[in-house]
């Protein structure tokens, strides 16, 4: 065998390994970005705590930027090819209850990184085209799943629910963010009833934990952190859609940080996806950048030492929690692509029913 002809083979095993749940490392990537634009923005807080945050030197956030922009390509080309070249992979993916939420997981990626963008404004109609763009596979996912959920048997909501159920509640969100900041806030107010209406019924449904409720394999549990990722966004959502941090947003930050004490005081629970590296670890990342930009929201609104101090350390976790995944990675890249596919969404029975708790 030459060597053109082992490297096409080689690139075709990639290729079948790969899966839109590496889109959590463009997820982290891009919602860091926003996260340091977030902080070093212009604002009316004068708190000492926040005016660190504004001695962060911008080239720094340009090269994050870059960075979580470069990945999101490379990501999205590869994915690109695999629908070309194994477009059977992708559609047994679209039909596996974990697999298919992630399909939201590069459009979120891109809508998020448009509102971080340092070159363009948020008023002007390269935003506005590129959040067409960007939104239109989100409500046609939307169509699709939110139906099935209604009205198709097996997809019932009460039988494939599951923690990565909440990404396409975020991906509406995350476009109700995006178009409250253009000014169209009807158009956000109508991605946000439909990511909060759908949310609510989730969230029960994943609390009770109904018998028939699909389940995920130890390695997936870095998922549960979705959990914050949700009521964080809402409440950013809301302050983008309403102008202010006010009592609603207040109260969905809260519950996104009750539901961060009770998942870091059970420890166990993720115990053994901690065993080797993989990229479902990259699953912590968002959440906690998410519920990091909802308190710097909360600190300019309240301007006390104790909303700075909570600012403070949720935004250094977060930038500790994505450095230490990104030095992960880099040492562990050969195998970022397991043969053994310890994280692939399609590894896993159709009949498994385990419990993941």
Not at 71 to 90: C, E, G, K, Q, T
Not at 268 to 281: C, H, I, Q, T
Not at 322 to 336: E, G, H, K, P
């Amino acid at each position: 065998m030459d060597t053109k002809e082992a490297q096409k083979i080689h690139f075709s095993s990639i290729l079948t390994r790969f899966h839109a749940g590496y889109f959590r490392i463009s997820l982290s990537l891009c919602s860091q970005a926003l996260l340091w634009k977030t902080l070093s923005e212009p604002s009316d807080d004068i708190h000492k705590i926040r005016n660190i945050f504004r001695m962060l030197p911008s080239t720094a956030f340009i090269l994050l930027w870059s960075l979580a922009l470069f990945a999101l390509i490379s990501l999205s080309l590869l994915y690109l090819l695999r629908v070309f070249f194994h477009f059977d992979m992708v559609k047994r993916e679209f039909l596996h209850h974990v697999g298919v939420n992630y399909l939201y997981a590069p459009w979120i990626s891109w809508l998020v990184l448009l509102q971080a963008t340092p070159f363009f404004k948020h008023e002007g109609v390269c935003f506005l085209v590129l959040w067409w763009i960007f939104i239109v596979p989100i409500l046609a996912l939307d169509i699709k799943i939110y139906g099935q959920w209604i009205t198709k048997g097996k997809r019932f909501l009460s039988g494939v629910a599951n923690p990565t159920s909440q990404l396409s509640v975020i991906g509406n969100l995350v476009g109700a963010r995006a178009a409250a900041e253009m000014g169209w806030n009807e158009s956000a107010l109508l991605l946000f009833a439909i990511g909060m209406s759908h949310y609510l019924v989730l969230f029960v449904t994943l609390y009770q934990r109904l018998p028939g409720c699909s389940s995920i394999p130890a390695m997936l549990r870095p998922v549960f952190f979705l959990f914050l990722a949700a009521p964080s966004m809402a409440s950013l959502a809301w302050d983008s859609i309403y102008g202010k941090f006010d009592s609603s947003s207040k109260m969905l930050f809260f519950l996104s940080m009750f539901l961060f004490l009770s998942l870091v005081s059970r420890p166990a629970l993720f115990k053994r996806s901690m065993r080797k590296f993989n990229v479902s670890w990259w699953a912590y990342s968002f959440p906690l950048t998410v519920m990091a930009m909802a308190s710097t929201k909360y600190a300019q609104e309240m301007k006390n030492t104790a909303s700075h101090i909570l600012m403070l350390f949720l935004s250094a976790l977060s930038v500790i929690v994505s450095l230490v995944l990104l030095i992960f990675t880099a040492l562990n890249s050969n195998s970022l692509l397991p043969c053994d596919a310890d994280d692939s969404m399609h590894c896993i029975s159709k009949n498994q029913r385990s419990p993941i708790v």
